[in-house]
């Protein structure tokens, strides 16, 4: 039997264990039930991954129809504008609701959350399993709804097209995506309540790692906003199926309504997706800075206020809906200021790197490639919150350039980045970093041939969600559907990289980027119970206590520097 080695020599006090290395969650219990009826937090993470990783590509499959088809004027892979909507419908429904909502804090949370606090699982395990076959019976529908004719509403069904629409697929997508939200919402309530009760002794809040502050923000949004869209959506549905007006005017409805209703849910859902994304940028740069966070408190804080400010911008959405000046006014002067915390992160974020000793491992890459992005989409929103620009911007190929570098190029950025950075612990196997760090790049270019193009189509007035276009528009759209293979390219070289770790990827080390928190304080893959005894916290950014050692190929915390634990051990240098 092997035993995971541990240094040898010097004043040590590491706090990884010496676990046999079968014994852990992937391996503790065998068999497909063991899986199918797990309570294991990281077993039900993982099978979040699989699924939502199998959704992506699903969507990421109508996307590249979507771009083929508008790689020419007029028809060029189907005849049909129909067809092309319900491509873009599945496209937006899927990577939307399967994909980018659930993906970080339902997987890689799942899997990692408890393990940062230093818990054996989350305080709910049986409302955890729930949660993930809510999702999986959402999925479910969404199939069905295509068997039953489609739909192409758009992924906002909006009204009055969700109500007079004839395809009869609109009832089982919008009762999918009614159970998604409740998936959403018994995952958020089981993180704060996790977050708020198994806590370990000596990690107060502000020793928490800010990755646990973004979940936590993020699952107050999930649990408070959540159920305006399921009202909504079950309003759609009664509307549909007994024919009482709400949004419908033919029967005395008020769409704008639904929009309001929509929005206000749906905005604080982009704060959902890129919340979580922020604090994998946390984690990621201040371990492969290898320097303690720059202005903790400012970025903790800053989580929170972007979730109370998503609650009041979503009438940024309808500017051009008929609402009045002064609500307009309001909205535009609330929606500059979610610039305020989003730059508070940036800026601290920057001026971690500053005289930093930075690694460039293939998860720092995906974080330096979401401050480019994240920054782009975030000064191109400055035009949609200004009401001169946005009567000219709305609805054009500049919002669809603005979302996606909002959404794919920074939450899904962050979450790939993510899924590296956790990889290793996940799975106990190190891929091949330099076919990371080059698949990063070729997504990194391939993102910004597709979507920075549209900017400029956007600005020349074309509109989104059209089937054709004038030839003038050609040469963007061309550059688009170019880019948009190259970055299928990238993701797929992705694939290679980090499932080719099975089959050659040398063993991971308990600790193979030199992190803090608790996390890396276990074996690589976790056992079962993640600790044998609750672990000792310790400041979660003070990396002047990590050591490398060369004989397990990874890092060490070497507490008898560790002024907490030897009071004679000099202080470190505090910001």
Same mark, same amino acid.
């Given at each position: 039997?092997?035993?995971?080695?541990?240094?040898?020599?010097?004043?040590?006090?590491?706090?990884?264990?010496?676990?046999?290395?079968?014994?852990?969650?992937?391996?503790?219990?065998?068999?497909?039930?063991?899986?199918?009826?797990?309570?294991?937090?990281?077993?039900?993470?993982?099978?979040?991954?699989?699924?939502?990783?199998?959704?992506?590509?699903?969507?990421?499959?109508?996307?590249?129809?979507?771009?083929?088809?508008?790689?020419?004027?007029?028809?060029?892979?189907?005849?049909?504008?129909?067809?092309?909507?319900?491509?873009?419908?599945?496209?937006?429904?899927?990577?939307?609701?399967?994909?980018?909502?659930?993906?970080?804090?339902?997987?890689?949370?799942?899997?990692i959350l408890p393990i940062m606090l230093g818990a054996k699982d989350v305080a709910f395990p049986r409302l955890n399993l729930f949660s993930y076959y809510l999702w999986v019976t959402g999925a479910v529908l969404c199939v069905v709804s295509l068997a039953m004719g489609g739909f192409d509403t758009g992924w906002t069904f909006y009204t009055p097209y969700s109500t007079t629409t004839s395809t009869g697929g609109v009832i089982p997508v919008l009762t999918a995506v009614f159970i998604l939200g409740f998936s959403?919402?018994?995952?958020?309530?089981?993180?704060?309540?996790?977050?708020?009760?198994?806590?370990?002794?000596?990690?107060?809040?502000?020793?928490?790692?800010?990755?646990?502050?973004?979940?936590?923000?993020?699952?107050?949004?999930?649990?408070?906003?959540?159920?305006?869209?399921?009202?909504?959506?079950?309003?759609?549905?009664?509307?549909?199926?007994?024919?009482?007006?709400?949004?419908?005017?033919?029967?005395?409805?008020?769409?704008?309504?639904?929009?309001?209703?929509?929005?206000?849910?749906?905005?604080?859902?982009?704060?959902?997706?890129?919340?979580?994304?922020?604090?994998?940028?946390?984690?990621?740069?201040?371990?492969?800075?290898?320097?303690?966070?720059?202005?903790?408190?400012?970025?903790?804080?800053?989580?929170?206020?972007?979730?109370?400010?998503?609650?009041?911008?979503?009438?940024?959405?309808?500017?051009?809906?008929?609402?009045?000046?002064?609500?307009?006014?309001?909205?535009?002067?609330?929606?500059?200021?979610?610039?305020?915390?989003?730059?508070?992160?940036?800026?601290?974020?920057?001026?971690?790197?500053?005289?930093?000793?930075?690694?460039?491992? #293939?998860?720092?890459? !995906?974080?330096? %490639?979401?401050? *480019? =992005?994240? &920054?782009?989409?975030? +000064?191109? $929103?400055?035009?949609?919150?200004?009401?001169?620009?946005?009567?000219?911007?709305?609805?054009?190929?500049?919002?669809?350039?603005?979302?996606?570098?909002?959404?794919?190029?920074?939450?899904?950025?962050?979450?790939?980045?993510?899924?590296?950075?956790?990889?290793?612990?996940?799975?106990?196997?190190?891929?091949?970093?330099?076919?990371?760090?080059?698949?990063?790049?070729?997504?990194?270019?391939?993102?910004?041939?597709?979507?920075?193009?549209?900017?400029?189509?956007?600005?020349?007035?074309?509109?989104?969600?059209?089937?054709?276009?004038?030839?003038?528009?050609?040469?963007?759209?061309?550059?688009? #559907?170019?880019?948009? !293979?190259?970055? %299928?390219?990238? *993701? =797929?070289? &992705?694939?290679?990289? +980090?499932? $080719?770790?099975?089959?050659?990827?040398?063993?991971?080390?308990?600790?193979?980027?030199?992190?803090?928190?608790?996390?890396?304080?276990?074996?690589?893959?976790?056992?079962?119970?993640?600790?044998?005894?609750?672990?000792?916290?310790?400041?979660?950014?003070?990396?002047?206590?990590?050591?490398?050692?060369?004989?397990?190929?990874?890092?060490?915390?070497?507490?008898?520097?560790?002024?907490?634990?030897?009071?004679?051990?000099?202080?470190?240098?505090?910001?």
């Amino acid at each position: 039997m092997t035993t995971i080695p541990l240094p040898t020599s010097g004043p040590v006090r590491d706090t990884i264990e010496a676990r046999p290395e079968s014994d852990n969650y992937l391996t503790h219990t065998r068999g497909v039930l063991s899986w199918v009826f797990t309570l294991d937090h990281k077993r039900i993470g993982v099978m979040y991954m699989w699924s939502v990783l199998a959704s992506f590509l699903l969507g990421g499959t109508f996307a590249l129809l979507l771009r083929t088809e508008l790689l020419t004027p007029g028809p060029t892979i189907t005849a049909s504008a129909d067809t092309y909507n319900q491509w873009f419908t599945l496209h937006g429904a899927i990577m939307v609701f399967l994909v980018i909502i659930p993906s970080i804090p339902a997987a890689l949370g799942n899997v990692i959350l408890p393990i940062m606090l230093g818990a054996k699982d989350v305080a709910f395990p049986r409302l955890n399993l729930f949660s993930y076959y809510l999702w999986v019976t959402g999925a479910v529908l969404c199939v069905v709804s295509l068997a039953m004719g489609g739909f192409d509403t758009g992924w906002t069904f909006y009204t009055p097209y969700s109500t007079t629409t004839s395809t009869g697929g609109v009832i089982p997508v919008l009762t999918a995506v009614f159970i998604l939200g409740f998936s959403s919402i018994f995952t958020g309530l089981n993180f704060v309540v996790t977050v708020h009760k198994l806590r370990p002794p000596g990690m107060t809040w502000f020793r928490m790692p800010l990755f646990l502050w973004a979940l936590y923000a993020t699952a107050i949004i999930q649990v408070l906003a959540t159920p305006v869209l399921g009202i909504t959506l079950l309003l759609l549905i009664v509307e549909r199926t007994v024919n009482i007006g709400i949004f419908n005017p033919q029967m005395g409805g008020d769409p704008v309504l639904y929009q309001h209703f929509f929005w206000f849910y749906s905005h604080p859902a982009v704060y959902i997706m890129i919340l979580p994304a922020m604090g994998i940028i946390s984690e990621i740069i201040a371990i492969n800075s290898h320097r303690s966070i720059f202005g903790y408190r400012f970025i903790a804080f800053s989580s929170i206020a972007i979730a109370m400010f998503s609650f009041i911008v979503w009438g940024h959405h309808m500017f051009t809906s008929g609402q009045s000046a002064l609500l307009n006014t309001l909205f535009s002067a609330i929606s500059f200021s979610v610039a305020i915390p989003s730059a508070v992160k940036v800026f601290n974020w920057v001026a971690t790197l500053y005289k930093g000793s930075v690694s460039l491992t #293939t998860p720092m890459w !995906y974080a330096l %490639a979401f401050l *480019f =992005l994240f &920054t782009i989409g975030g +000064l191109t $929103g400055l035009h949609l919150a200004t009401l001169s620009t946005d009567v000219h911007l709305h609805d054009t190929y500049f919002v669809v350039a603005h979302f996606h570098y909002v959404m794919m190029g920074s939450a899904l950025i962050a979450m790939i980045g993510g899924l590296h950075h956790w990889w290793p612990k996940m799975f106990g196997r190190m891929y091949d970093e330099r076919l990371g760090t080059i698949a990063c790049w070729i997504i990194f270019i391939g993102f910004n041939m597709t979507f920075f193009t549209q900017f400029m189509l956007g600005s020349q007035g074309m509109p989104r969600r059209y089937y054709d276009y004038q030839p003038e528009f050609q040469t963007y759209h061309v550059i688009s #559907t170019i880019g948009s !293979y190259v970055m %299928a390219l990238g *993701f =797929l070289t &992705t694939a290679v990289s +980090l499932f $080719g770790s099975f089959f050659g990827g040398h063993k991971a080390p308990a600790n193979p980027w030199g992190g803090r928190s608790l996390e890396w304080q276990c074996a690589s893959p976790p056992p079962f119970d993640n600790f044998a005894k609750t672990p000792r916290v310790g400041d979660c950014y003070d990396f002047s206590v990590v050591r490398w050692d060369e004989k397990t190929g990874g890092y060490w915390v070497d507490e008898s520097a560790d002024p907490e634990v030897n009071p004679a051990a000099a202080p470190r240098a505090a910001h």
